[in-house]
C-alpha cells in the first residue's frame, strides 16, 4: 500500500482558482493511476477526475470539465488539482486516490480505488 497525503484546501471566493496537491510515499507511484474523488455534506463521494500512469491521459466529470485539470509529476510522487472558476456547488472534501499497481485507469468507481488520503476542505463562498 501507499500513503496520500492532500494540501492546499482553502476558502476561496466564487470565481477563484485553487490548486490541490497530493503526495504520495513509496517508489512505485507511477504504476498507479490516480484520482480526484469529492464529498460534499449529506451527498455521496463522486468522481471529479482522474489521470492514468504517465500522466498521457486524463478524465474528468461533466461537472468540471473545462474548469479543472489535472496532472501528476512521477518525479516528485505528486498528483495535483487545478481548479478554476469555482463554484459554491465545488464546496466539499477533495480526496486522492490510487489504484493497485498497474490498475484501472479512469475509473469513476470509488471501488476502483485501493488507497485513499484523508481529504482536504475546499469552501466556495458566493
Known amino acids: 500500500q501507499v500513503q496520500l497525503v492532500e494540501s492546499g484546501g482553502g476558502l476561496v471566493q466564487a470565481g477563484g482558482s485553487l490548486r490541490l496537491s497530493c503526495v504520495v510515499s513509496?517508489?512505485?507511484?507511477?504504476?498507479?493511476?490516480m484520482a480526484w474523488f469529492r464529498q460534499a455534506p449529506g451527498k455521496e463521494r463522486e468522481f471529479v477526475a482522474a489521470?492514468?500512469?504517465?500522466?498521457?491521459?486524463?478524465y474528468y466529470a461533466g461537472s468540471v470539465q473545462g474548469r479543472f485539470t489535472i496532472s501528476r509529476d512521477n518525479a516528485k510522487n505528486t498528483v495535483y488539482l487545478q481548479m478554476s472558476s469555482l463554484k459554491p456547488e465545488d464546496t466539499a472534501v477533495y480526496s486522492c486516490?490510487?489504484?493497485?499497481?498497474?490498475?484501472?485507469?479512469?475509473?469513476?468507481?470509488?471501488?476502483?480505488?485501493?488507497?485513499w488520503g484523508q481529504g482536504t476542505q475546499v469552501t466556495v463562498s458566493s
Open positions: 486516490a490510487a489504484t493497485p499497481p498497474y490498475g484501472r485507469i479512469g475509473a469513476r468507481s470509488p471501488a476502483d480505488y485501493r488507497d
Open positions: 513509496g517508489r512505485t507511484f507511477s504504476a498507479h493511476a
Open positions: 489521470v492514468s500512469w504517465s500522466g498521457g491521459t486524463t
